[in-house]
T-cell receptor
Framework: SQTIHQWPATLVQPVGSPLSLECTVE??????LYWYRQAAGRGLQLLFY??????ISSEVPQNLSASRPQDRQFILSSKKLLLSDSGFYLC???????????FGPGTRLTVT | AQSVTQLDSQVPVFEEAPVELRCNYS??????LFWYVQYPNQGLQLLLK??????LVKGINGFEAEFNKSQTSFHLRKPSVHISDTAEYFC???????????FGTGTRLTVIP
């Protein structure tokens, strides 16, 4: 069966520090991969999605970036965090033609 | 442009009462529709989906939803809620052929004992 992992689960970082969040998927090949951010009291905002290694689409201009170095690995990064980067970050995957997405457990990021 | 509207940000309901969470969408093409549930500090879990066929879709935990094309709605219902149904519920839409899901802002369901 397929599983999706995210780490760390929680993270507290000062403003201006770098960020690296990792997401890995097991049990499937060539998945579509997604990064979402969920701010307090708001819905999900799609940040990036990837349909293959090295292929990244950005949905929202910001100081975040994403990379996909391996088929089932998706990384969210920042060189300098802002206070507004605080939130709950969710990774998701999908495959095939059904378009449903499966979500990881999330990372709660607090920028202080 | 595609959009998803969940009009009710919070819905309180007594235990064993019925509930309906509303979802409306706007799209000029055929769509796939989804409902997800999110428990505190967790990821989203798929409740049910509509891809094609019967407009009444049954999902996990006793939930069901009905696709109404003329009203562009996909409301979620449960005839009798439990305390354990307290969570945030998200409606999502995908246009035919697209990779992305568009999410509503969510409805927080609180079941009162």
């Amino acid at each position: 069966s397929q599983t999706i992992h995210q780490w760390p689960a929680t993270l507290v970082q000062p403003v201006g520090s770098p960020l690296s969040l990792e997401c890995t998927v097991e049990g499937t090949s060539n998945p579509n991969l997604y990064w979402y951010r969920q701010a307090a009291g708001r819905g999900l905002q799609l940040l990036f999605y990837s349909v293959g290694i090295g292929q990244i689409s950005s949905e929202v201009p910001q100081n975040l970036s994403a990379s996909r170095p391996q088929d089932r690995q998706f990384i969210l990064s920042s060189k300098k965090l802002l206070l507004s980067d605080s939130g709950f970050y969710l990774c998701a995957w999908s495959v095939g033609v059904n378009y449903e997405q499966y979500f990881g457990p999330g990372t709660r990021l607090t920028v202080t | 442009a595609q959009s998803v509207t969940q009009l009710d940000s919070q819905v309180p309901v007594f235990e064993e009462a019925p509930v309906e969470l509303r979802c409306n969408y706007s799209s000029s093409v055929s769509v796939y529709l989804f409902w997800y549930v999110q428990y505190p500090n967790q990821g989203l879990q798929l409740l049910l989906k509509y891809l094609s066929g019967s407009t009444l879709v049954k999902g996990i935990n006793g939930f069901e939803a009905e696709f109404n094309k003329s009203q562009t709605s996909f409301h979620l219902r449960k005839p009798s809620v439990h305390i354990s149904d307290t969570a945030e519920y998200f409606c999502a839409v995908s246009e035919n052929g697209a990779n992305n899901l568009f999410f509503g802002t969510g409805t927080r369901l609180t079941v009162i004992p």
